[in-house]
Nanobody, 122 residues
Framework: QVQLVQSGGGLVQAGGSLRLSCAAS????????MGWFRQAPGKEREFVAA????????DYADSVKGRFTISSGNAKNMVYLQMNSLKPEDTAVYYC???????????????WGQGTQVTVSS
């Protein structure tokens, strides 16, 4: 079992930055890939970014590429999402995800964080 606890998020103006954190316990990130998804009101949950078990490879949705950066901590029990140049369309609840060796837009792990609201005002 894996427990994922998120922190960060909040309200920011367009063009601003936020950082999300996800702390994993139960099994280390060296076992699973980690990812971030988001869900806006009235929309389906969508893939944002993922990082490999080793931390050497990352993948991004086209909508955030060049603006968001996913990274893992040295202890391999933390994953971060640095969000720069935020846009109003980035407004959503963001979820940390784990539980598979690879996470993509089509492959979602079993374990989810509690969700964190990110609101970007125009």
């Amino acid at each position: 079992q894996v427990q994922l606890v998120q922190s960060g998020g909040g309200l920011v103006q367009a063009g601003g930055s936020l950082r999300l954190s996800c702390a994993a316990s139960g099994r280390t990130l060296s076992t699973y890939a980690m990812g971030w998804f988001r869900q806006a009101p009235g929309k389906e949950r969508e893939f944002v970014a993922a990082i490999s078990r080793s931390g050497s490879r990352s993948d991004y949705a086209d909508s955030v590429k060049g603006r968001f950066t996913i990274s893992s901590g040295n202890a391999k029990n933390m994953v971060y999402l640095q969000m720069n140049s935020l846009k109003p369309e980035d407004t959503a609840v963001y979820y940390c995800n784990a539980g598979l060796s690879t996470i993509t837009s089509e492959r979602r792990g079993t374990f989810w964080g509690q969700g964190t609201q990110v609101t970007v005002s125009s």
